[in-house]
């Protein structure tokens, strides 16, 4: 089993930046790829951000490439999301998720994860 909390979702201005965070606990967090995805009101849940177990390489979605940053810190068990210029259809509950596949690659695949955090919101505002 393994749990994951995400933290530092909130409110912010249109052009601003956040900082999300994902804190895991229960298994290896550091053998096993990581990713964000959100889930916008009336809409189905899309990927946003992946990376490797050792953080040597990232894959974004096309709609928050070179904006959003992400990043793992395997010796503190997190996983983070820089977020910057931010648009209001970045609005969205934030979910950090951990791959099924162990020392492998970065996945885009909602179904390529088996544990997920219970989200955080992010609002931004025009």
């Known amino acids: 089993q393994v749990q994951l909390v995400e933290s530092g979702g909130g409110l912010v201005q249109a052009g601003g930046s956040l900082r999300l965070s994902c804190a895991a606990s229960g298994r290896s967090f550091s053998t096993y790829a990581m990713g964000w995805f959100r889930q916008a009101p009336g809409k189905e849940r899309e990927f946003v951000a992946a990376i490797t177990w050792d953080g040597k390489s990232t894959y974004y979605a096309d709609s928050v490439k070179g904006r959003f940053t992400i990043s793992r810190d395997n010796a503190k068990n997190t996983l983070y999301l820089q977020m910057n210029r931010l648009k209001p259809e970045d609005t969205a509950v934030y979910y950090c998720?951990?791959?099924?596949?162990?020392?492998?690659?970065?996945?885009?695949?909602?179904?390529?994860?088996?544990?997920w955090g219970q989200g955080t919101q992010v609002t931004v505002s025009s």
């Open positions: 998720a951990a791959a099924k596949y162990v020392y492998r690659g970065v996945y885009s695949r909602s179904d390529d994860y088996n544990y």
